[in-house]
T-cell receptor
Framework: AQTVTQSQPEMSVQEAETVTLSCTYD???????LFWYKQPPSRQMILVIR??????QNATENRFSVNFQKAAKSFSLKISDSQLGDTAMYFC???????????FGTGTRLTIIP | EPEVTQTPSHQVTQMGQEVILRCVPI?????FYWYRQILGQKVEFLVS????????KSEIFDDQFSVERPDGSNFTLKIRSTKLEDSAMYFC???????????FGAGTRLSVL
């Protein structure tokens, strides 16, 4: 069974600092995709970043980057120069290639302090 | 930018009543999904739908649930006889073909009294 583990239920950092959110996953497959979704107080799930398992290069999207360690099954999210608008629940998610079901972690509530 | 639209944003119903949650996926997308999130818990997959049929469903998606794409734009989730434990946020998602990215709507909060 696929599982996604986020070991940090809550985190807080000062505005403009860098923060790293942890995620580990478990799968027996070799081809899959990993995602970080953001859920602000408005509750909408917004895609932050996506990583394909066959790509060694870590994905980056502006201030957001990942550290993908396939052997360790680790997929952490780094937010640089954090902003107040980054305050949200962050979910790590996983899907096997060819499947339809996204499996989510329990989330990390991130608060950016002014 | 195209987005997934869900209506209503909040639905209140009595236990035992039928509810229909509505979604308008992104227009050129072919794959459609429903997920739910009970308050304080993780997001859980319910069902996926492609080519007018269910392609995958979870153990949560029992006979009380059904999905339909009644026309070219809407995708609905019906709960036949709601229970208290059906109270949750229900998210619709859709994706196109290539990048395996599911785009989510803002959700419908279902409150069963």
């Amino acid at each position: 069974a696929q599982t996604v583990t986020q070991s940090q239920p809550e985190m807080s950092v000062q505005e403009a600092e860098t923060v790293t959110l942890s995620c580990t996953y478990d799968t027996s497959e070799n081809n899959y995709y990993l995602f970080w979704y953001k859920q602000p107080p408005s509750r909408q799930m917004i895609l932050v970043i996506r990583q394909e398992a066959y790509k060694q290069q870590n994905a980056t999207e502006n201030r957001f980057s990942v550290n993908f360690q396939k052997a360790a099954k680790s997929f952490s999210l780094k937010i640089s120069d954090s902003q107040l608008g980054d305050t949200a629940m962050y979910f790590c998610a996983f899907i096997n290639f060819g499947n339809e079901k996204l499996t989510f972690g329990t989330g990390t509530r991130l608060t950016i302090i002014p | 930018e195209p987005e997934v639209t869900q209506t209503p944003s909040h639905q209140v119903t009595q236990m035992g009543q039928e509810v229909i949650l509505r979604c308008v996926p992104i227009s050129n997308h072919l794959y459609f999904y429903w997920y739910r999130q009970i308050l304080g818990q993780k997001v859980e997959f319910l069902v996926s739908f492609y080519n007018n049929e269910i392609s995958e469903k979870s153990e949560i998606f029992d006979d009380q649930f059904s999905v339909e794409r009644p026309d070219g734009s809407n995708f609905t989730l019906k709960i036949r006889s709601t229970k208290l434990e059906d109270s949750a946020m229900y998210f619709c998602a859709s994706r196109g073909g290539a990048k395996n990215i599911q785009y989510f709507g803002a959700g419908t909060r279902l409150s069963v009294l």
